[in-house]
């Protein structure tokens, strides 16, 4: 199932993120699609709002992982340097995906074949206007269909 939204702002990105974190449960999977400043870090921003975390929201693109805390553990993977799915095993990747918390992967495209079966995928392209984002959301499994499809999120 596909939807699409566009975005006008960095902070209407955000907006839409804590809309969707209001429907997401432990064990949800995010995947967070787009090219180096299309959003993706002002998207975790706006979920990890939505889950009440308190700490500041940066991308984990040196440290592979970020751990936030809130009504929910928010665990934030960013697999733009990884090299191969041996690097996922060694930072324990596949404890945290359908784990205690929610899971965001950034760059998902990367390793495809370790990405689970059901999630919730995030597409970040531009849009008409520089600060304008075309948000693409595909909905994977009945997991997320009954609750996500159909809900107003724009």
Known sequence: ?????TSSSPEATREFARKLASFLIVGDVVLLQGDLGAGKTEFVKGLADGLKVKERVT????????????TMPVYHFDLY???DSEDL??????EFI????VAVI???????TEMPDEYVKVELLPGKKTTE?????????NRYARRIEGSDLA
């Open 133 to 141: 984002r075309s948000l693409q959301i595909e909905i994977k499994g």
């Open 89 to 94: 095993a060694n930072i324990g990747f596949d």
């Open 106 to 112: 950034e760059w998902p495209d990367l390793f495809p």
């Open 81 to 83: 340097r990884l090299d």
């Open 98 to 101: 359908g784990g205690d918390g």
């Open 1 to 5: 199932v596909m939807q699409q939204y």
């Open 59 to 70: 991308s984990p693109t040196f440290t592979l992982m970020n751990l936030y805390q809130g």
